[in-house]
């Protein structure tokens, strides 16, 4: 027994002398700091110091002076990779034993230049100025980090994987085209991070295919594309999860069938593109990007969109949107957004978000408010654009005497409660108010004239309709539908004006007299007897639903046009 008990003894001890060794490993840490030179030792800043020993890694980079400094790094048994990288020079590599205060300095000698032309038919290739490849791939192949390959004005039908953090320089960005005749699924495909892709066209990639035609495909960090024009692709730009923090500047997005932009990964910065004639300009789908400055012009779909309660944290200030704008989407509210200073068709776009007791008296060009409680919108005329007010998580908020038309949505409540829509003349929009999952709102004395749809009543995934809104005193003239409902329940419709509208109110599933109130409102012409509302005939149901309003009016309601 005696044995047993000593033998346990030791092991605890050799545990517990193993914890403590473990434990004072950890906390001794060193640090490795230098300076950066050229060869005429000359201080270079911004350069990236990667230190690297196993699964560990450190990134810090150069100041002014050339001095980079890392601390809190461990010190084990191995030596540390080190690499320094600045474009424009040569990557340097040294290995290294790190303890307390290791200094180490590098120099930096300038980097080569490769030199690509398509007008070099016979050859030689050598890559050198005098004879330079013909084929970009062939630049990049012969290439090293830091390299720069230039290319001379022509038309190259390629597809390039750009696998090292090299510069792509094109001589002309007018005359020095990427074409992919429609046969090739991506034009320029970056794999490594610290690429540069400078002075090109891309364009004409493959149509109706997956995966979809793209200009660029980023799956790296920390890229600049700038200078070019990308057009006619599926996708222009599109980022992959994997890459982040690149910077798009400078760049013509102009005729892509898809997306100007699709961003994803998140952390980039979009500056002082032009935008235009896109499906969508930018469709962002990550978060804590900054997208300032940039021109964004007639995209069809929408300027920028993106998913209302997925990406936040996304910086969006001193763009001009022209003949499209921000669209947000999703089923509840946009979370922790900038946006600001930005303008739609030379009027303000007005962005509020968790703001209480504001008024918004001024001329303003697209209005949204999220999370707002008690904003008043007055006095608007908003035109030519894809929503002209939006009202997302918001409460309390009134929208009077403005005058909204040539939109896709001219008002738009999603996830909005105890809101009030009167006085405005409502015209020529797909769809005048658009009422998504929200309760309790009240639209009255309005006129609605030549829209798609005057009012429109929408559910969200069978789970959250729209309920206990009041939609009264109304005047619905020559729209394509009056009031569009589907799948919503227990709204009141009541002395309003049905005038020579395609369809005064259509619905799509079953609806019982009780469910909706449908009452005094004027049908076209004096009735005495009840209005029966039939509702569309759905697959499997063999019978159309049926509303009655039980108390038509014999009289169409004095509601005044209102004056903006």
């Known amino acids: 027994m005696m044995k047993k008990t000593l033998a346990f003894g030791i092991v605890l001890l050799f545990l517990l002398c193993n914890i403590s060794f473990t434990t004072l490993s950890d906390e001794d840490n060193g640090s490795l700091s230098g300076y950066i030179t050229d060869i005429n030792m000359n201080p270079i800043d911004s350069v990236k110091v990667t230190i690297t020993c196993g699964d560990i890694t450190f990134k810090c980079q150069s100041n002014e002076t050339g001095?980079?400094?890392?601390?809190?790094?461990?010190?084990?048994?191995?030596?540390?990779?080190?690499?320094?990288?600045?474009?424009?020079?040569?990557?340097?590599?040294?290995?290294?034993?790190?303890?307390?205060?290791?200094?180490?300095?590098?120099?930096?000698?300038?980097?080569?230049?490769?030199?690509?032309?398509?007008?070099?038919?016979?050859?030689?290739?050598?890559?050198?100025?005098?004879?330079?490849?013909?084929?970009?791939?062939?630049?990049?192949?012969?290439?090293f980090d830091g390299d720069t390959v230039f290319v001379y004005s022509g038309t190259y039908f390629e597809n390039l994987i750009v696998n090292k953090s090299i510069k792509l320089q094109g001589e002309d960005k007018n005359s020095t085209i990427i074409d992919g005749k429609r046969t090739l699924h991506t034009l320029i495909n970056i794999k490594k991070d610290g690429a540069q892709i400078i002075g090109f066209t891309l364009k004409n990639t493959i149509l109706d295919s997956y995966p979809p035609g793209e200009g660029i495909e980023i799956e790296s960090n920390f890229n600049l594309i700038s200078n070019?024009?990308?057009?006619?692709?599926?996708?222009?730009?599109?980022?992959?999860?994997?890459?982040?923090?690149?910077?798009?500047?400078?760049?013509?997005?102009?005729?892509?069938?898809?997306?100007?932009?699709?961003?994803?990964?998140?952390?980039?910065?979009?500056?002082?593109?032009?935008?235009?004639?896109?499906?969508?300009?930018?469709?962002?789908?990550?978060?804590?990007?900054?997208?300032?400055?940039?021109?964004?012009?007639?995209?069809?779909?929408s300027g920028i969109r993106t998913q209302a309660d997925a990406y936040h944290d996304n910086i969006i200030f001193g763009n001009d949107?022209?003949?499209?704008?921000?669209?947000?989407?999703?089923?509840?509210?946009?979370?922790?957004?900038?946006?600001?200073?930005?303008?739609?068709n030379g009027k303000p776009l007005v962005y509020l978000e968790g703001e209480s007791n504001r008024i918004i008296d001024f001329e303003a060009g697209h209005i949204i408010l999220v999370s707002c409680n008690n904003v008043q919108i007055i006095n608007q005329d908003i035109s030519n654009i894809r929503a002209g007010i939006e009202i997302w998580g918001s409460k309390n908020c009134i929208v009077s005497n403005s005058k909204i038309h040539g939109t896709y949505i001219?008002?738009?409540?999603?996830?909005?409660y105890n809101n009030y829509i009167n006085n405005n003349s409502i015209s020529h929009n797909s769809n005048g108010i658009f009422i998504e999952s929200s309760n309790n709102n009240d639209i009255k004395n309005n006129i609605f004239k030549n829209n798609g749809n005057g009012v429109y009543l929408y559910f969200m995934y069978y789970i959250y309709q729209s309920e206990y809104n009041k939609i009264t005193f109304n005047s619905f003239i020559e729209n394509n539908v009056g009031v569009e409902i589907l799948d919503c329940w227990h709204n009141t419709y009541c002395y309003n004006n049905f005038i020579r509208n395609k369809r005064s109110i259509r619905f799509?599933?079953?609806?019982?007299?009780?469910?909706?109130?449908?009452?005094?409102?004027?049908?076209?012409?004096?009735?005495?007897?009840?209005?029966?509302i039939f509702?569309?005939?759905?697959?499997?149901?063999?019978?159309?639903?049926?509303?009655?309003?039980?108390?038509?009016?014999?009289?169409?309601?004095?509601?005044?046009v209102p004056e903006v």
């Open 228 to 301: 070019n024009i990308i057009e006619d692709n599926i996708y222009g730009i599109f980022t992959w999860d994997e890459g982040r923090y690149n910077n798009i500047s400078e760049n013509l997005i102009i005729n892509n069938h898809g997306d100007g932009m699709r961003i994803l990964g998140g952390g980039h910065n979009i500056s002082n593109n032009r935008i235009e004639n896109n499906n969508v300009g930018i469709d962002i789908r990550s978060n804590s990007n900054i997208i300032w400055k940039n021109e964004i012009i007639n995209n069809i779909g």
């Open 67 to 143: 001095y980079y400094y890392q601390g809190n790094i461990p010190i084990v048994d191995c030596y540390w990779n080190v690499s320094v990288f600045k474009l424009g020079y040569k990557v340097k590599q040294a290995v290294i034993a790190i303890d307390e205060n290791t200094t180490y300095n590098f120099v930096l000698s300038n980097s080569d230049t490769i030199y690509v032309d398509d007008d070099n038919v016979n050859g030689p290739w050598y890559g050198t100025q005098e004879s330079p490849f013909k084929y970009i791939k062939d630049g990049i192949d012969n290439a």
């Open 508 to 532: 799509s599933l079953p609806m019982l007299p009780t469910q909706d109130n449908f009452n005094f409102n004027y049908w076209n012409r004096p009735r005495l007897l009840p209005k029966i």
């Open 535 to 560: 509702g569309l005939r759905i697959f499997m149901i063999p019978f159309p639903g049926i509303a009655v309003d039980w108390h038509p009016a014999k009289e169409p309601y004095d509601i005044p």
């Open 410 to 416: 001219g008002i738009l409540l999603s996830s909005s």
């Open 321 to 344: 949107f022209i003949g499209n704008t921000i669209y947000l989407y999703g089923t509840t509210v946009l979370l922790h957004n900038e946006i600001n200073n930005n303008s739609i």
